[in-house]
């Protein structure tokens, strides 16, 4: 059996505007922002609102919304920001790395011959972020 699903975690917080975030899209189901610690430029994240903690528990319904919502994120992310390509990461309880209990993915454009810079990362700049995002957003349409 999975652990609960804890609505105190940071990402439960950020859809209840508890907690600021840089958004890049919105609706009834999804929410994508900036990570707060990118390990490349344009790292992004992209949650839904319902509860689940991972890959393990979260509807297959639920899913089928998230990944349709991800990867039309990630093609805008990557032709907003001129990447080369992206890749996507999910981590499921700390075993598999996750830090924060509520599923999430991971969109890292990528650029040809250029690493991910490695976990953790510092803090990203703000105004770059928001800057990131709005191109993104722009893209989104
Ligand atoms: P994971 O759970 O997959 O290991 O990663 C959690 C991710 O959430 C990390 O990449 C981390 O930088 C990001 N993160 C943690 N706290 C916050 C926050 O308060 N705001 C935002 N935007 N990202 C966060």
Known sequence: MTTPYDDTNIFAK????????????????VLAFMDIMPRSPGHLL???????RNLLDIAPEQLAVLIRQTQRIAKAAV???GADGLTLQQFSE???GQEVFHIHFHVLPRWNDVRMTPHPAPMGDKTVQAE??????AALG
């Open 94 to 96: 700390a075993a598999g």
């Open 14 to 29: 950020i859809i209840r505007g508890e907690i600021p975030c840089h958004k890049v899209f919105e609706d009834a189901d």
């Open 79 to 81: 032709s907003a920001l």
């Open 46 to 52: 992209v949650i839904p609102k319902a509860p689940a």
């Open 132 to 137: 990131q995002a709005a191109k993104i957003r």
